[in-house]
């Protein structure tokens, strides 16, 4: 737990099998400990993996505002079609899931090691994200995202770049995220200059 009553470890909430968590990936709640034990139902919406077999992947070290939703593959309704109804979820109508699927699904959504997501912000299904990127408060992530980059609006665009090409492919060849916690320590002030 941090310091702060309201920051908690999100790893430790997730019970979901289709939702896999980094270590020291952090969310904020206004809700305390209460919207950690609801984060899976109340911040991952439309995630039927059974029915899609996507997963929600978040690195190591992340950051996660207040109010931010990851929309799964099941918000995905077919738009090629004469109705938009999605009747393979329903067994009324004997409609078989793998059509369902086979229309909808746009993969895993992933989101890498050291990413900061801002209030509110909205990521579609599929999306990637890459490390060290920046999502500002009530974005709209429609697109994959590139590392050490900082997007913003709805939907979200590319600010601008955290670094030059050299320094990020530097980062992430660094992968500090992946080093002992005696090491990362030891590398604090390098990490915040």
């Known amino acids: 737990m941090s310091k702060s009553s309201k920051i908690y470890f999100l790893k430790d909430y997730i019970t979901n099998e289709g939702i896999e968590v980094g270590e020291y990936t952090y969310f ?12 899976q ?8 993996p059974k029915i899609y077999n996507d997963k929600l992947i978040i ?27 999605p009747f393979a979820m329903f067994d009324e109508f004997g409609a078989n899931h793998e059509s ?3 229309v909808n699904s746009k993969g895993d959504t992933t989101v890498g090691n050291d990413v900061w997501i801002g209030y509110g912000a909205t990521i579609m299904p599929g999306i990637k994200i890459g490390n060290g990127a ?4 009530k974005s709209v992530v429609t697109k994959n995202v590139e590392p050490y980059s900082i ?10 770049m955290r670094f030059d090409k050299n320094k ?24 915040t200059k």
């Open 28 to 39: 904020y709640s206004f809700k305390n400990e209460q919207g950690l034990k609801e984060f």
């Open 59 to 85: 690195g190591k070290f992340c950051a996660i505002a207040d109010d931010v939703k990851f929309l799964m593959n099941g918000s995905n309704h077919n738009m090629d079609g004469i109705s938009t109804f």
């Open 168 to 191: 990020i492919n530097e980062l992430e060849d660094l992968k500090w995220w992946d080093e002992s916690i005696e090491s990362i320590g030891n590398m604090i002030d390098k990490l």
């Open 134 to 137: 920046i999502i500002a408060a």
């Open 100 to 102: 369902l699927t086979k």
């Open 151 to 160: 997007v913003g609006g709805n939907p979200a665009k590319l600010i601008r």
């Open 41 to 48: 139902n109340r911040n991952v919406l439309y995630h039927f």
